[in-house]
């Protein structure tokens, strides 16, 4: 039974920075993605950035050079460290669980869901 519990969230000005975690459990797939998307107010989902049991990392292109996804087995625990947040990154935001590494950027792919910590920039 996979378990996703997010954290980190907060309010912060533009050009500040903010770490999200997210507590996992149950994630014994032996070929896995996870990863950060996010969902503003009226808009879709969107991803931000996963990270593959093969090491390989993504990014969307909002989040590029800006933001860092990492992942601590020993801890169970994946991260996502933003740092020259802006306005528009204003969103919930929401870790997830997939078993399908060769669609890690499609949030349809993924089947478990954190229950999101809200990111709020302003």
């Known amino acids: 039974h996979v378990q996703l519990v997010e954290s980190g969230g907060g309010s912060v000005q533009a050009g500040e920075s903010l770490r999200l975690s997210c507590g996992y459990s149950?994630?014994?797939?032996?070929?896995?993605?996870m990863g950060w998307f996010r969902q503003a107010p009226g808009k879709e989902r969107e991803g931000v950035a996963a990270?593959?049991?093969?090491?390989?990392?993504s990014y969307a292109d909002s989040a590029e050079g800006r933001f860092n996804i990492s992942k601590h087995n020993a801890k169970n625990t994946l991260f996502l460290q933003m740092n020259s947040l802006k306005p528009e990154d204003t969103a919930m935001y929401y870790c997830?669980?997939?078993?399908?590494?060769?669609?890690?950027?499609?949030?349809?792919?993924?089947?478990?869901w954190g229950q999101g910590t809200q990111v709020t920039v302003s």
């Open positions: 997830a669980s997939s078993q399908a590494l060769a669609a890690c950027d499609n949030p349809l792919a993924y089947p478990y």
């Open positions: 149950g994630v014994t797939f032996s070929s896995w993605c």
């Open positions: 990270i593959g049991s093969d090491g390989s990392t």
